[in-house]
């Protein structure tokens, strides 16, 4: 059974930074690349980051190039995105996801706040 686990969300003031990690379990985790998508209040879900199955190719949304980093540890089956400079529009529910034909898997989200 897929599992695909979020944390470290929270409150965080402007210009501040956190660390999400998403704990995955039930697939072979080392031979999917891996996103990160976020779904801000009354928007639609969009693509933050992603990363290769090996951990060698990374692409980013326009957004958050420069301030967020997706990384990723096979032998922990956890993928990770280091989020800096955060901004009020980075607040959202933010959610890892990868896709095994024919569906997309996700997660249940870990919330980030960013206020002041």
């Known amino acids: 059974q897929v599992q695909l686990v979020e944390s470290g969300g929270g409150l965080v003031q402007p210009g501040g930074s956190l660390r999400l990690s998403c704990a995955a379990s039930g697939f072979s985790f080392s031979t999917y690349a891996m996103s990160w998508y976020r779904q801000a209040p009354g928007k639609e879900r969009e693509f933050v980051a992603r990363i290769a199955s090996a951990g060698g190719n990374t692409n980013y949304a326009d957004s958050v190039k420069g301030r967020f980093a997706i990384s990723r540890d096979n032998a922990k089956n956890t993928v990770y995105l280091q989020m800096n400079s955060l901004k009020p529009e980075d607040t959202a529910v933010y959610y890892c996801?990868?896709?095994?034909?024919?569906?997309?898997?996700w997660g249940r989200g870990t919330q980030v706040t960013v206020s002041s």
């Open positions: 996801s990868y896709y095994q034909p024919p569906r997309d898997y």
